[in-house]
């Protein structure tokens, strides 16, 4: 499975930006995807995720603002990013997974996910 990730760029405090991730290759085993984004000196984290019943789970520092989506018929993975905040500044990647139990426990955590993009950068001035 490959991963191509597009969407980033730089925007003011309040704005909004729209990532894409579109897969290619042999997807069929992995249908659990999620978001992750590193800052500068500090440990990638999880965004947002979706399930194999598109069913979707959020950090809290999101919540409300954050929106991920999937398109099955393009293979493409989406994060709608509304209010973004300085805090939310860093690289974001788009992962994939084996839908597992373990996966459905920690979908969030970087160590559930198998294969990863190249990321995009967002960066969000005040």
């Known amino acids: 499975v490959q991963l191509v990730e597009s969407g980033g760029g730089s925007v003011q405090t309040g704005g909004s930006l729209r990532l894409s991730c579109a897969a290619s290759?042999?997807?069929?085993?992995?249908?659990?995807w999620g978001w992750f984004r590193q800052a500068p000196g500090r440990e990638r984290e999880g965004v947002a995720s979706s399930g194999r019943s598109s069913d979707t789970f959020y950090a809290d520092s999101v919540k409300g603002r954050f929106t991920i989506s999937r398109d099955s018929t393009r293979n493409t993975l989406y994060l709608q990013m509304n209010s973004l905040k300085p805090e939310d500044t860093g690289m974001y990647y788009c992962?994939?997974?084996?839908?597992?139990?373990?996966?459905?426990?920690?979908?969030?955590?970087?160590?559930?996910?198998?294969?990863w993009g190249q990321g995009t950068q967002v960066t969000v001035s005040a």
């Open positions: 992962a994939a997974a084996t839908c597992t139990a373990r996966w459905y426990i920690s979908s969030l955590s970087p160590s559930a996910s198998s294969t």
């Open positions: 290759g042999n997807i069929s085993s992995t249908n659990c």
